[in-house]
């Protein structure tokens, strides 16, 4: 959601979805999206720079009026996967894509070089070929909510308790 457009309502169910992600090890911390373009820092509880907490990446957080399997693909706009990739490319820091449907709340996972990473479901991807349409909500009448929107089978979705698991993986430090 365009933040023009957020409700308080909106940023209370991002939060509370966000905490609910949480754990003894990880904390979603609220970045601006007007100059970070993303909405959360993945912040390590147990791992420092110097003594600063460790970023081990960054999130995105969207929440969906549908059930999971309603559509085979969920989509997000262009610019917002940007964002995301250019910041794993950059930091070479993975990305999470976090999304609470109505019926349940999946993770689509990616390291910086969209690294091929075991998992426990075996999925392998290979994001850079995601088709790409022009979409978005039509509801409200306003022209920037129609972009170009990348389409993410819903497949590639993993449980989100996985996300300590492959922060895990790939910084294997922990």
């Keep these: 959601m365009s933040p023009w457009n957020e409700t308080t309502e909106d940023l209370q169910?991002?939060?509370t979805f966000a905490q609910s992600v949480e754990n003894d090890s990880l904390h979603l911390a609220?970045?601006?999206k007007l100059k970070f373009g993303v909405d959360f820092a993945i912040v390590s509880k147990t791992h420092a720079v110097g003594n600063q907490p460790k970023v081990l990446g960054v999130a995105e957080i969207k929440t969906r009026n549908t059930?999971?399997?309603q559509y085979p693909t969920f989509f997000c706009n262009l610019t917002k996967w940007m964002a995301?990739?250019?910041y794993a490319l950059l930091s070479e820091l993975p990305f999470a894509?976090?999304?609470r449907?109505?019926?349940?709340d999946a993770m689509y996972y990616e390291t910086p070089n969209n690294d091929i990473l075991t998992t426990d479901t075996g999925h392998t991807h290979d994001s850079s070929r995601f088709e790409v349409s022009w979409?978005?909500?039509?509801?409200?009448?306003q022209e920037q909510d129609m972009n170009p929107m990348v389409h993410i089978p819903i497949g590639f979705f993993e449980p989100i308790g996985m996300l300590d698991h492959f922060l895990h993986l790939w910084h294997k430090t922990w």
């Design 13 to 15: 169910s991002e939060q």
């Design 30 to 32: 609220k970045l601006s």
């Design 67 to 69: 059930s999971m399997d």
């Design 84 to 86: 995301l990739r250019r």
């Design 97 to 99: 894509l976090l999304v």
């Design 101 to 104: 449907w109505q019926d349940q």
């Design 135 to 141: 979409g978005g909500r039509q509801d409200r009448g």
